[in-house]
């Protein structure tokens, strides 16, 4: 099992554009989480999928959207990009038991830079 | 608001001294405590929770709700202890599935 995989390993886009990153979670979870970490910074939560539903979201503009697969697998989508959209996007994935989220398995992430 | 701070950006130990990397956490609620380990050039990993209470390659980590500290300690430091760490936490309530981070500490074991 490769573990949580992303595509691709690195990206570059200019102002304006918009950009899709993909996630295949690890072999046997359901659920799916994106984080950016900015440079010198932690992850910072933006959303989680469940069952093809976005089931939480942290504090990120509308210009971020996501997509669960019935494979389980994930895109996440940004629009109008800004130059403060550069960082590192990590997708992480889990299964979940019960009501919570079990422990997250992160991916390598997408570095994004923005010109 | 959930809130997770790590005072120190950088902690510098010499191999077999004692280590501690500080977390501290504001939050109202109910929390769940993480610390995350990322060596170089691997992925953020999970290195222990609370609600275990394990002892994962010789670190452990109370939390102490009324100072609302989970410090990571290690008795004796390895070389190979030398990664960035982050603390985490998560409301341990139904319908939150949110991880958030600190900003990370780098620790660095000397030879």
């Known amino acids: 099992d490769a573990g949580v995989t992303q595509s691709p390993t690195h990206l570059i886009k200019t102002r304006g554009q918009q950009v899709t990153l993909r996630c295949s979670p690890k072999?046997?979870?359901?659920?799916v989480s994106w984080y950016q970490q900015a440079l010198g910074q932690g992850p910072q939560f933006i959303f989680q999928y469940y069952e093809e539903e976005e089931r939480q979201r942290g504090n990120f503009p509308d210009r971020f959207s996501g997509h669960q697969f019935p494979n389980y697998s994930s895109e996440l989508n940004v629009n109008a990009l800004l130059l403060g959209d550069s960082a590192l996007y990590l997708c992480?994935?889990?299964?979940?038991?019960?009501?919570?989220?079990?422990?997250?398995?992160f991916g390598p992430g997408t570095r994004l830079t923005v010109l | 608001a959930q809130r997770v701070t790590q005072p120190e950006k950088l902690l510098s130990v010499f191999k077999g001294a004692p280590v501690e990397l500080k977390c501290n956490y504001s939050y109202s609620g109910s929390p769940e405590l993480f610390w995350y380990v990322q060596y170089s050039r691997q992925r953020l990993q999970l290195l222990l929770r609370?609600?275990s209470r394990e002892s994962i390659k010789g670190f452990t980590a109370d939390l102490n709700k009324g100072e609302t500290s989970f410090h990571l300690k290690k008795p004796f430091a390895q070389e190979e202890d030398s990664a960035m760490y982050y603390c985490a936490l998560k409301d341990s309530g139904a319908g939150s599935y949110q991880l958030t981070f600190g900003k990370g500490t780098k620790l660095s074991v000397i030879p």
């Open positions: 072999s046997g979870h359901d659920t």
């Open positions: 609370h609600i």
């Open positions: 992480a994935s889990s299964l979940i038991r019960g009501a919570n989220t079990d422990t997250q398995y």
